[in-house]
């Protein structure tokens, strides 16, 4: 049975501070996904990886994914407040057409 | 295009009572699921659906049935509601495997 992990639950960063969320899996996939949920409302999806290797950019947020290792990072550079909110991973198991989320991260950022 | 529409946005039930969730996509997506959101617990998948006619079982199906008799719709049924079935619940649809979910506003029910 697929497992997905997030570290850390919580994040709490300065304005202008780097940080990085990881997501490890327990199985076989090569498909990761990510996405941003504000307090209140639905998901939103900011990233698709679907290769060992892939990496892909959006402003300040980058995401990769090590399928070796089972493992994906969204890096944050330079936080600003907007990027307050609770990020999630989740992977679509190998043969099946599951997509198991994460238990997410919740980043706070303040001056 | 209204993307993925559920309704109700809230609800209260009372323990054994039923009610269906419905949601409604028009942007021909094959892949349909249900997720329920519980704080410190994160998505958890009821059930999916990856054409008209095809559902499996997600994580957590105990409690709850579906059907997908037509591409645009795939409706949550809840057959005798329990107060651990207190939940908002997410409603997602994609176009092919590989795709992002599109998600919809969620419902908010609520049993007592």
């Known amino acids: 049975e697929l497992k997905v992990e997030q570290n850390p639950l919580f994040l709490s960063m300065q304005e202008g501070k780097n940080y990085t969320i990881y997501c490890n899996y327990s199985?076989?996939?090569?498909?990761l996904y990510w996405y941003r949920q504000d307090p209140g409302k639905s998901l939103e999806s900011l990233f698709v990886l679907l290769s060992n290797g892939a990496v892909k950019q959006e402003g300040r947020l980058m995401a990769s994914l090590d399928t070796k290792a089972r493992l994906s990072t969204l890096h944050i550079t330079a936080a600003v407040h907007d990027l307050s909110a609770t990020y999630f991973c989740a992977v679509e198991t190998y043969n099946t057409d599951k997509l198991i989320f994460g238990t997410g991260t919740r980043l706070q950022v303040f001056p | 295009n209204a993307g993925v529409t559920q309704t109700p946005k809230f609800q209260v039930l009372k323990t054994g009572q039923s009610m269906t969730l419905q949601c409604a996509q028009d942007?021909?997506?094959?892949?349909m699921s249900w997720y329920r959101q519980d704080p410190g617990m994160g998505l958890r998948l009821i059930h999916y659906?990856?054409?008209?006619?095809?559902?499996d079982q997600g994580e957590v199906p105990n409690g709850y049935n579906v059907s997908r008799s037509t591409t645009e719709d795939f409706p949550l049924r809840l057959l005798s509601a329990a107060p651990s079935q207190t939940s908002v619940y997410f409603c997602?649809?994609?176009?092919?495997?590989?795709?992002?979910?599109?998600f919809g506003s969620g419902t908010r029910l609520t049993v007592v």
């Open positions: 942007m021909n997506h094959e892949y």
């Open positions: 659906s990856v054409g008209a006619g095809i559902t």
């Open positions: 199985t076989t996939s090569d498909r």
């Open positions: 997602a649809s994609r176009y092919r495997r590989g795709g992002g979910y599109t």
